[in-house]
């Protein structure tokens, strides 16, 4: 049986952040539904059978809170709100859609995502040492460095120590000019860039030159006991087995550790084992320790990279 419904929107600035560029939302959701979705100025015409129409409006009033403030819904907020509807988790949806984590420079808010991603948060702000595993474009790094910043801002922590084994990705560290801090820079690039989305790039250096912040390849780790410090361990699946032992040992009082990595893109020997696989199969039941798992349903970059590793994943099975 045939049935329709419009929506009224509040504005032309939330019929665009629910409409996507080139209305690419409006095609999910009719993906997600089988019903039509078709925007006229302010109302949005919902069209189908009495179940897609209600399953649609459902999911569309989901999403009010972004949209009526004219924020961009994104193509993951829309499919962690059908996770909500299919769950009747509704309430944590909200929770999820209200908790601003921090804001850019720029302004920009920065939340989870996804409901992996806000149980990963809570972790992050609330457990000493914390693994994280999943594909690229996850937020594994970023959020990180998102709640290492505002615990530093917040005088929690009096340093973030960044760190990450410089292996080589089939170019040789040797080849590249400059003395070994400029060697290593490519490997701590992203690092760099997280934190250059909340404090300002010119002071930046100035922080690094206090130790402040301390950006250092995972060898410089070696000996250390790290007190009173946010440390984020990047790209873990790189490490060798020592390596892990060595880096988990250094942990001080008034810390925080978090170790980040994805193991399907490890850059080891093939007949070397990743010190992050280890460290999970040895401490998966050590009390006092999270772990967030993520999938490529978590993946919050463009839409393509979420079916690219789908696709990966499904040649690798």
């Known amino acids: 049986m045939a049935g329709a419904s419009t929506i009224q929107l509040p504005n032309i600035e939330s019929a ?59 193509n993951t907020d829309i499919l962690t709100a059908l996770q909500a509807l299919d769950t009747q988790r509704e309430g944590d949806l909200h929770e999820l859609q209200r908790d601003v984590v921090a804001r850019t420079r720029r302004g920009e808010e920065v939340r989870a995502k996804t409901f992996r991603q806000r149980q990963y948060i809570q972790s992050l702000r609330h457990q000493d040492l914390i693994f994280c595993t999943g594909p690229a474009g996850t937020g594994k790094t970023f959020l990180a460095v998102v709640v290492a910043v505002q615990a530093l801002l917040n005088n929690e922590y009096e340093r973030i120590i ?98 980040t990595g994805d193991m399907t893109q490890t850059d080891l020997l093939p007949n070397q084992e990743s010190g992050l696989i280890v460290a999970l199969r040895i401490l998966k039941g050590v009390e006092g320790i999270a772990f967030s798992e993520f999938t490529q349903k978590d993946v919050v970059r463009h839409p393509l990279v979420q079916r690219i590793v789908a696709a990966y994943e499904k040649y690798e099975r």
């Not at 665009?16 to 078709?38: C, F, H, P």
């Open 16 to 74: 665009i952040a629910l409409a996507g560029k080139l209305e690419e939302n409006l095609k999910l959701l009719s993906r997600q539904t089988g019903a039509n979705l078709v925007l006229r100025g302010q109302e949005l015409v919902i069209a189908g059978t009495e179940k897609q129409v209600a399953r649609a409006a459902n999911l569309v009033k989901s999403l009010e809170y972004l949209w009526s403030q004219g924020k961009a819904v994104s």
């Open 162 to 259: 960044l760190t990450r084994p410089a292996v080589e990705a089939g170019e040789k560290l040797g080849f590249l000019p400059g003395d070994l801090q400029q060697k290593v820079n490519p490997y701590l690039r992203p690092l760099y860039d997280a934190i250059n989305e909340f404090i300002d790039s010119e002071k930046v250096p100035g922080l690094i030159e206090r130790g402040v912040i301390e950006v250092a390849p995972l060898a410089y780790m070696r000996g250390r006991t790290l007190n009173n410090a946010f440390v984020i361990v990047d790209e873990a699946q790189n490490t060798t087995p020592a390596q892990m032992k060595m880096v988990l040992t250094r942990l001080g009082m008034r810390s925080r550790m978090v170790i």
